[in-house]
């Protein structure tokens, strides 16, 4: 699947805005839902102007690419924590110091 540069950049958006996120106290929470419905908004109305056929199907298969996106996340920061211990390698360390810290405030 091919994203335009628009359907990409507001993918990303909705991936970072998630209320989910372990840190998040509920009025926070509140407020990152309330962005992330804003931006899928966005796209379901970027994507009716574009083809009003085909906007719903495309909609869903954008939104079924963020469990994807998640999984890639999950094994970069996993072979980043064996490269360090078994020392192949010197990542940068706020790069270590990032994905270390990740389980801190998300689910994945």
Known sequence: MRLTKVEYVLLQAIIFFDPDCLSLT?????????????????????????NKHEAAGRFAEILLRICNVQKVAAFKRETLCTIETFELMQPHPFTMEISKSYPDFSYF
């Not at 509920?26 to 574009?50: F, P, T």
């Open 26 to 50: 509920k009025h926070g929470s509140q407020l990152i839902a309330a962005k992330r419905r804003r931006l899928l908004h966005a796209l379901q109305d970027w994507l009716q102007q574009q």
